[in-house]
């Protein structure tokens, strides 16, 4: 971050710019300086003229360099945004969401206008939002064009992204829309005698586009290693192994990725009813294969995870094929089991890890032992100084220590919050795993076939504070109305669940 001066006619005007943020980023703080539309802003240093594409951190930029900028300001005339009086009705929904930012420090949510059945796509990008670190990446990163088709769909969720953040309003993406349905045809079906599209899977969504953007998200970490951010965020390394049932001393191992975790529903004779078990379920099966004497075995397989992803995506298998039937006269049709499944809030994966990483998870789960117990005795500090004031104050104290203690709870519920917050989203690579995630997103569907009812998308805000993002509608609701969402009924149920990592510092 360099401090500038922007000369613009006979004006000279101190600006900030940030060297690893495109020409973009410095184009909206030069409008909010003088009121000149990007579309008309000429920004020019050392003859070089300021283009999207311009790397700025290869300009050489120092404290105090002068910058020239050429274009008119609307209305001919520069009004600092303090100055300006207008009513709140009177705004743009743009100027809302600037204001709103300005004061809060929040994002104003914004929704995404249904284009005819895209519920699916609309809550599968509300979701992807939430991931910060792709947040960030792609606002802040000029990402290259991809080939083909598909390569254009980053680009169009970068822009996207962009425009839920600023514009204070319900998003028509038609653009991704254009570019999703290029890439892939059969989601630009429609319905017989309809000019809506055809409802679709929010899975098959959700994994197209990380797959789309996958490759534009390549980068070089601090220590100059070339990584992929999609990797980072989803890919989970399992370690299989293969047992033959006839030979049990027949044993192979190997490795296999995905981007995704499944929770079965459907097991048999065995209900689910938690998504531990489910997960549990799904990391066990039998495959045939040949064995060493060259006959056809069954094999127990069991999956364990040897590296932990910062996102867990988890899938619930609520859909199935449901086969045609002459006799009841039915058509072959993808069904929904609407069985209750509950979820936790906090998901501890170390059962489902291989004996290594179990091992180290230990020692984090130790060191979080240790800090919780300094946290508690902190809190009980903290506690016994509150009461104290409230003595040297004069004020009256409950004689039930609990019913003081949930008083102090109460004062100190905005610093729990943000205490909370900072180390949910704190950046990984920081401190220790200790085998647990948090929930940060719910993808639900309501309805009995996945060719037919409605996705929404609903995302952490803070605390137990989450935001309901259903098309263009954006609400805010509790933890508690999240937790709810296990299933049961003609109701919103989870089908994709997404875990952010918890690391102890």
């Not at 047992?243 to 027949?250: G, M, Y």
């Not at 127990?300 to 199935?320: D, G, H, N, V, W």
Request: proline share 3%.
């Amino acid at each position: 971050m360099v401090k500038v001066v922007l000369k613009w006619g006979t004006k000279n005007i101190e600006a900030e710019l940030d060297q690893s943020l495109p020409v973009i980023k410095f184009q909206e703080i030069v409008y909010s300086l003088t009121r000149v539309p990007i579309a008309s802003q000429k920004i020019i240093f050392k003859g070089t003229l300021f283009k999207p594409e311009t790397d700025l951190s290869k300009l050489k930029l120092q404290e105090g360099s002068v910058i020239t900028l050429m274009g008119a300001a609307e209305e001919n005339e520069i009004k600092e945004i303090k100055e300006e009086k207008k009513f709140y009705e009177e705004m743009t929904p743009e100027e809302r969401a600037l204001i709103y930012k300005e004061k809060t420090g929040e994002i104003l949510p914004a929704g995404l206008a249904n284009m005819g059945n895209t519920c699916y796509m609309n809550s599968s990008i509300q979701c992807l939002k939430r991931i910060n670190e792709l947040k960030n990446f792609l606002q802040n990163r000029q990402i290259p064009a991809g080939q083909g088709a598909q390569g254009l769909v980053g680009i169009a969720l970068q822009r996207l992204f962009r425009d839920l953040d600023k514009k204070g309003e319900a998003v028509k993406p038609i653009h991704f829309i254009q570019s999703f349905m290029t890439a892939f045809p059969q989601f630009a079906e429609k319905e017989q005698g309809s000019i809506a599209f055809k409802q679709q899977d929010a899975d098959e969504c959700f994994q197209n586009v990380i797959q789309c953007i996958e490759p534009q998200t390549n980068y070089e970490d601090e220590l100059g290693n070339k990584t992929n951010l999609i990797k980072d965020i989803f890919e989970i390394e399992f370690e299989v192994k293969q047992t033959n049932n006839d030979n049990i001393q027949e044993v192979s191992v190997k490795s296999e990725r995905s981007k995704k975790l499944m929770c079965t529903i459907d097991n048999q004779s065995n209900p689910v009813n938690q998504l531990t078990e489910g997960i549990e379920v799904s990391l066990q099966g039998t495959v045939q294969k040949n064995g060493q004497d060259g006959l056809l075995h069954d094999f127990t397989e069991t999956r364990r995870i040897k590296k932990l992803p910062s996102y867990l995506a988890i899938q619930m298998m609520r859909f199935f094929w449901k086969q045609k039937s002459e006799s009841s006269r039915t058509e072959a049709t993808k069904s929904k089991i609407l069985r209750s499944v509950a979820f936790p809030k906090i998901l501890d994966v170390t059962p489902y890890c291989t004996q290594d990483l179990q091992a180290a998870i230990e020692k984090g789960k130790d060191y979080e032992k240790r800090q919780q117990e300094q946290a508690n005795k902190n809190t009980e500090e903290k506690f016994a100084e509150y009461k104290r004031k409230l003595e040297s104050e004069g004020k009256m104290i409950p004689e039930d220590t609990k019913a003081l203690y949930k008083q102090f709870k109460e004062v100190q519920k905005e610093e729990d919050i943000k205490q909370h917050d900072e180390n949910l989203y704190r950046p990984h690579g920081q401190g220790l795993d200790n085998g647990t995630y948090e929930l940060v997103a719910v993808l639900t569907h309501q309805g009995r076939s996945a060719d037919s009812g409605h996705y929404v998308g609903w995302a952490h805000k803070s605390g137990d504070v989450w935001q309901r993002f259903d098309d263009d509608v954006v609400t805010e609701v509790s933890i508690d109305e999240i937790l709810d969402l296990r299933g049961g009924g003609d109701r919103h149920m989870a089908y994709y669940l997404i875990y952010r990592k918890l690391e102890i510092l």
